[in-house]
């Protein structure tokens, strides 16, 4: 019997308040947080999931989009990526523009265009506010080779996500990452890492 687990170290990423952290309490606990607040360092959650037959456990990391809270735990957040989730927030166009300053980031702790890599629109569920449509962060996706989702954190079954339906796309949009990291070998572990700063560690099943 394989007991052995593989680890998929996926951070998300993007500008305070686009909802990073709802978005990986809603795939590792099921359920919108009743209450959030701004991350402080780095807010740390994983679950374990199964496909095709092996246990894979995706550990999620998002870290603060305050810089004043992110200097002390960046060069510990980037260490051994396997994928990179890009945020922003449909209602706020400055968070949009400032994905290519995230995607430079990155590229500066050198995480380049090998390390696969998606688009997140969310709160889709906000449709009267709107600021940045679809066929606009389309072609960011595209000229940065990138999948894009949009969907919502706070009602996964929003209309909006043009590659699901409606299905839960929030599970679907980290689960999709997943399959894409499954032909990759990363480091298996017994434990997660101890690292100052994280506030929360939620261990979840499919």
Known sequence: MNLTTRIFKIIVIGDSGVGKTCLTYRFCAGKFPEK???TIGVDFRERLVEIDGENIKIQLWDTAGQERFRKSMVQHYY????????V????????FHSLPAWIEECKQHALGTEVPRILVGNKCDLQDSVQVNTDLAQQFADAHSMPLFETSAKNPNSQGDRNYGNSDHVEAIFMTV???LK?????VLSQPPEVAGFSCLIKGSM
């Open 88 to 95: 922003y927030d449909i209602t706020n166009a400055a968070s």
């Open 178 to 180: 997943a399959h894409k």
């Open 36 to 38: 959030t607040e701004a």
């Open 79 to 86: 260490r051994n990526v396997h994928a990179v989730v890009f």
């Open 183 to 187: 032909s990759q070998k990363p480091l």
